[in-house]
């Protein structure tokens, strides 16, 4: 339920409603910002699409690899390029390597110890 949320808030109320303008300043800084606006709204409504696939527990395991890389890559593009937009710097990196290990551990360990 939680890993959904955090894809749910983020791509809802930081991305679509706008509500946190550093995101579209992050990604016109990595993009260009002819579009930024609306490729914002598009990768938040995928966040929003990323929330219920969580919470629906189809192919969760594909759900959770997808999930990680994409918060790898977003990371790291943002640690490179947008550094100074970031909310806490580089810590940012600590945070997301928090919220990698959960996806990890929710999805492939606590499998193996409940069929255990």
Do not use: Y
């Not at 949320?5 to 990604?27: Q, S, T």
């Amino acid at each position: 339920m939680a890993i959904g949320l955090v894809w749910f808030v983020n791509g809802l109320i930081c991305k679509v409603l706008g509500l946190v303008p550093r995101h579209e300043e992050i990604v016109a800084r990595i993009l260009g910002g002819k579009f930024a606006h609306e490729v914002t709204q598009l990768i938040g409504l995928s966040e929003i699409v990323m929330a219920c696939w969580v919470w629906s527990k189809f192919q969760h395991k594909l759900s959770a690899w997808l999930q990680i890389a994409l918060v790898g890559v977003m990371n790291i593009l943002e640690l490179v390029l947008a550094r100074d937009l970031l909310l806490w710097g580089a810590l940012n990196s600590v945070f997301a390597l928090a919220f990698m290990s959960f996806v990890f551990l929710v999805n492939f360990k606590v499998d193996v110890q409940r069929s255990s």
